[in-house]
């Protein structure tokens, strides 16, 4: 497969505190066609017994995917846009490690085809320079594909953050959470 996505300038946010638990995002992405009618992207309550807030997840798309490094199979790859994609199915051995490593609880294992599945940020749509299902449908603006001065202007009171500390690791990834303005990292402990 020869690689034809555009190098862009654009890059994908989401904002947390704007996701109203609509779930159009994971509609859309079921209709990509390389998902086989399979959503990449999950909607879940943070506190369903105390709240009604929702919070989007999505393939973080890491420099350097603990998915791809613990893989046996090599069958996990980041192309040189920084997409980490799905497992090869001709090389998947469905371990389920990728699952395990990943720091943002991303990947699944589909266990009716016995192979991991992730987020590609739509690589059908942007390697044709159109943007990710998701960015395109969620009504809030939780999801939004387009250039940093942009969102910048949107949001003058938020900050696009791409850095995680986990413990002692940190992890820098093509994605970027919206946090309070002056923010740097976000620290999960």
């Known amino acids: ?15 947390p505190q704007r996701c109203i638990g609509c779930r159009a995002c994971e509609m859309a992405c079921a209709e990509c066609e390389t998902n086989g009618q399979t959503s990449m992207i999950h909607v879940d309550y943070v506190d ?3 709240s009604t807030q929702t919070s989007v997840q999505v393939c973080m798309h890491c ?9 046996p ?6 192309d040189e846009f920084g997409i980490v994609h799905t497992a090869n199915t ?4 469905s371990c389920a490690n990728c699952v395990l490593a990943c720091p943002f609880g991303v990947p699944k294992k589909m266990e009716e085809t016995q192979i991991m599945m992730k987020c590609n940020m739509c690589y059908d749509r942007t390697s044709a320079g159109k943007r990710p299902m998701c960015a395109t449908v969620c009504p809030s603006g939780a ?5 940093r001065e942009k969102i910048a202007q949107m949001r003058p009171n938020s900050t696009p953050v ?7 690791q940190t992890v820098r990834t093509k994605v970027n959470i919206m946090m ?9 402990d």
């Not at 001709?90 to 051995?93: D, G, Q, S």
């Not at 309070?180 to 999960?188: H, K, N, Q, R, Y």
């Open 48 to 50: 369903r017994y105390i």
């Open 1 to 15: 497969m020869q690689n034809t996505q555009i190098k862009t300038d654009e890059e994908f946010f989401i904002d």
């Open 90 to 93: 001709a090389r998947c051995i």
């Open 73 to 78: 199979a090599d069958a996990i790859t980041k």
């Open 63 to 71: 420099e350097d995917p603990a998915c791809a490094r613990v893989c």
């Open 143 to 147: 999801l939004w594909f387009g250039k």
């Open 162 to 168: 791409n850095t995680f500390m986990f413990g002692a």
């Open 180 to 188: 309070p303005a002056g923010s740097t990292a976000l620290s999960v």
